[in-house]
């Protein structure tokens, strides 16, 4: 009896939570490598990888200069030099300025952004239209 | 409410630099530095030199601290590292290793 009090009364690791919301402000600037389980939303300035499995949102008047971005749905309207890797969808807003490739099952572009790289969408073409390769 | 949440699943290693309040909630390796407020929530953990003003421990902090404040040690905090700062409080079952200095 006395032994299991013991070891409940030991430091337990805290279970992540999923209580707030991951936001880098826009008065943060990092340089490193940002990884997570959760969604993120970045309006500061980052400079390095982010590989996120939920989504990712990069908000007005953020800057990321990264190598390798992944996520699952990406949403940017700020600027980015680097290459996307979605699993959902990519929605370039009217303010975003990227430069890079944007891989992802859903590309959409706004009227407004700005965008030099590749496009390389994963969906099904409709019936009737043939591969092309 | 802070602007910067570094949320429970998130890990940055590298530097985090803040001109407002960073509330971390999950893993910094490398360094922060804040103009103003750090808060470490309990479960989270900084293995970083941290510097800043006001500061607020209930995680795991490991490197060395530089308040222009005061630092809060909470019960349930585990700090390893030096801390300096005007003002210091070390609540009832935190836990601490290192040197304190005030600047007395």
Redesign the interface.
């Known amino acids: 009896m006395a032994q299991a009090k013991a070891s409940s009364a030991r430091?337990l690791?805290?279970?992540?939570?999923?209580?707030?919301?991951?936001?880098?402000?826009?008065?943060?600037?990092?340089?490193?490598?940002?990884?997570?389980?959760?969604?993120?939303s970045i309006?500061?300035s980052v400079e390095?990888d982010v590989v996120?499995r939920?989504d990712l949102n990069v908000g007005e008047g953020a800057r990321l200069e990264s190598e390798v971005l992944e996520a699952h749905a990406v949403t940017i309207a700020g600027e980015v030099n680097g290459d996307v890797t979605a699993s959902g969808p990519v929605r370039l807003g009217a303010t975003a300025r990227v430069r890079g490739d944007l891989k992802g099952t859903e590309i959409s572009i706004e009227e407004g952004a700005q965008f030099a790289g590749r496009i390389e969408a994963d969906f099904e073409l409709p019936a009737g239209l043939g591969k092309s390769r | 409410m802070a602007s910067t949440v570094i949320g429970a699943n998130i890990t940055i290693e590298g530097e985090v630099i803040a001109d407002e309040d960073v509330v971390v909630q999950g893993t910094i390796r490398g360094k922060l530095s804040a103009k103003d407020g750090v808060v470490v929530e309990a479960g989270a953990v900084v293995e970083a030199d941290v510097s800043g003003g006001p500061m607020t421990f209930a995680g795991q902090v490991t490197g060395n601290v530089t308040s222009t404040d005061r630092v809060e040690l909470q019960s349930g905090a585990r700090v390893i590292g030096n801390v300096k700062a005007a003002r210091i409080t070390i609540a009832d079952g935190a836990h601490f290793k290192g040197n304190v200095d005030m600047d007395v």
């Open positions: 430091h690791p805290a279970r992540p939570r999923s209580s707030d919301p991951a936001v880098l402000g826009a008065g943060v600037r990092i340089r490193g490598r940002i990884s997570g389980e959760g969604d993120l309006l500061g390095g996120v939920g």
